[in-house]
């Protein structure tokens, strides 16, 4: 287009609300285009001069066309994300949350209206992404604490695990107070095993079987000898009946 063609098109189509459809159809049309690399202070501003380069690489009815879908395609990925699977690891609940923000800062700059129960619903998945957050970050506490050298630890160190844990409260926070504490939550934690992701058994459980198992095998260790001897015993009776009968007797 003519620059009378290309400022009039200006003119008419400046609207601070395409801005993230009009920056994202410039980075597919222009990725190295100048104004792409400027920060983003005033939107109004902004898609101004996003939207005169644009010009320079797309037509009217390009940039229209790619503004109108986008719409309904964001509400689709929103739709998409909060009813799926909540993320299994931290990386994944980071990534998960970042995403239903940009996408409703996409829709707001759209001017895109969630309904109530949207509204609702991103409401409610943010808050299993947020219940989610907090059990594996205390997995992870709980998994620092069994290969914490209690002893060696500083103060602040078992305050943080103990504040991150909400164990009970402790006035003082005193080393002294905390490594007993810390060290009875340890041994009562379920340990979870790396392969399967079975539960295995408490600690103190664990030794209390070991002992059973232990004080079993000695019973049974203290049987086979008992049997062990009896049946030298007998071998030695019936060789001595072999050897009476093989004598004859002297009269």
């Not at 503004?67 to 299994?88: C, F, N, Q």
């Not at 399967?196 to 019973?219: D, F, Q, W």
């Not at 049946?231 to 007797?249: F, G, H, I, R």
């Amino acid at each position: 287009m003519n620059f009378t063609e290309k400022k009039q098109a200006y003119q008419k189509m400046q609207d601070p609300a395409h801005l993230c459809c009009d920056r994202e159809l410039l980075t597919k049309k222009s990725p190295d285009a100048l104004v792409l690399k400027m920060g983003v202070v005033d939107q109004a501003k902004a898609q101004r001069e996003i939207l005169w380069a644009l010009l320079d690489v797309a037509t009217v009815e390009e940039i229209e066309s790619y503004r109108k879908p986008k719409k309904s395609e964001w509400i689709e990925k929103l739709v998409s994300l909060i009813t799926a699977s909540v993320p299994e690891t931290i990386e994944g609940l980071k990534v998960a949350d970042d995403t239903v923000c940009e996408l409703l800062d996409q829709l707001e700059a759209d001017g895109i209206e969630l309904t109530d129960d949207q509204k609702n619903n991103v409401s409610a998945y943010k808050g299993y992404l947020s219940a989610a957050m907090i059990d594996l970050r205390k997995k992870e506490v709980e998994q620092n604490l069994i290969e914490l050298d209690l002893e060696a630890a500083t103060q602040p160190e078992l305050a943080k695990i103990a504040r991150s844990l909400q164990l009970a409260p402790n006035p003082d926070f005193k080393a002294a107070t905390l490594r007993p504490q810390l060290d009875t939550y340890r041994l009562n934690l379920m340990k979870v095993s790396e392969g399967s992701g079975e539960e295995m058994i408490p600690v103190e459980a664990h030794l209390e079987i070991v002992n059973e198992l232990t004080e079993e095998n000695e019973n049974l260790q203290e049987q086979l000898e008992d049997a062990e001897a009896e049946k030298e015993l007998l071998e030695d009776q019936l060789e001595e009946e072999k050897k009476s009968e093989a004598t004859p007797d002297q009269e």
